[in-house]
């Protein structure tokens, strides 16, 4: 007797959307959930979500001496990171003694290896002193922006831009720290900075997904398993095994059952039952089927 048989059948369709916002906060939730909150928790530091400009904002401040907040994000580096965000920054000192005591506040990188070992710093900020411009400019491997303006301003910075300002190989950077930071170097005098940030995406240009393709048998008996995988090919030429992310389904499904791209089938009461196996992709804003 002839084995009763599933027969798959074969299909193609696949679409794409360009988009490579990879990370966004406009703080409208109303929390800094999307963020880690660090710093040295000495002094006063606030992290928060206010009103401001007719908006929901993030709004980090310090006072007291000696203190720091921040709140951070870390992206896996790629020469295309694009980082866009709307700030204020405020900062006021009564000056002591020397220029070294000063608050700051502003956006700043951090660059790591593979083995998470730092490799380079850059920051951006508003300063009630020159100093830490003077000073850690001096070191190859830290760069020091001046924020003139302190009023709300829109910024956008590529990433190769940032990394090129200090002497750091771009192909040993595995990740980057992104966060805002207030700072006060000084000890026992009135100093404060606050920062207020709101609209922070990050864009990064993935790879262009094409197609995905199943890779298994075209015919199985019943009542069996049999093993498929779903391969996503893109626009470079270059393939990346999807099969435990991709989104699996069977129809009908009152005879065979997938998931992870495991088929199993039923039994049936005729020599051959037509079956169709679907797997679904999305990577970024690009989602890409196949049908078999």
């Known amino acids: 007797m002839r084995e009763k048989m599933f027969l798959l059948i074969l299909a193609i369709f696949t679409t794409s959307a360009s988009g490579s916002i990879i990370f966004s906060d406009d703080f409208e939730s109303g929390t800094l959930d999307k963020w880690t909150i660090g710093g040295r928790q000495k002094g006063v530091n606030i992290a928060e979500v206010v009103d401001r400009h007719s908006s929901q904002m993030a709004h980090l401040h310090h006072s007291k001496a000696s203190t720091e907040i921040t709140i951070e994000k870390m992206f896996d580096y790629d020469p295309s990171l694009e980082f866009s965000f709307d700030m204020e920054v405020s900062v006021a000192s009564n000056a002591g003694p020397t220029s070294a005591d000063y ?35 001096q070191f190859s491997a830290m760069h020091v922006f001046e924020i003139t303006d302190g009023s709300l301003n829109s910024y956008t910075l590529n990433i190769q831009n940032v990394l090129s300002s200090i002497n750091v190989d771009p192909s040993s950077v595995a990740s980057v720290n992104f966060y805002f930071k207030v700072y006060n170097s000084g000890s026992g005098y009135n100093m404060s900075a606050d920062v207020w940030v709101d609209n922070v995406t990050v864009v990064c240009e993935l790879p ?85």
């Open 103 to 137: 608050a700051m506040g502003g956006p700043h990188f951090d660059f790591y290896d593979s083995s998470e070992q730092a490799l380079g710093h850059v920051w951006y900020m508003h300063s009630t002193s020159s100093y830490p411009f003077d000073y850690y400019n």
């Open 208 to 292: 262009t997904l094409e197609e995905i393709e199943i890779v298994g048998p075209n015919e199985v008996a019943e009542n069996f398993s049999a093993s498929y995988k779903a391969i996503a090919h893109y626009e470079s030429g270059s393939t990346k095994d999807v099969t435990d992310s991709a989104d699996w389904q069977v129809e009908p499904n009152s005879v065979a059952s997938i998931e992870a791209g495991l088929l199993t089938t039923e039994s049936i009461n005729w020599p051959e039952e037509d079956i169709t196996i679907c797997a679904q992709y999305t990577e970024g804003e690009v989602t890409a089927f196949k049908i078999i």
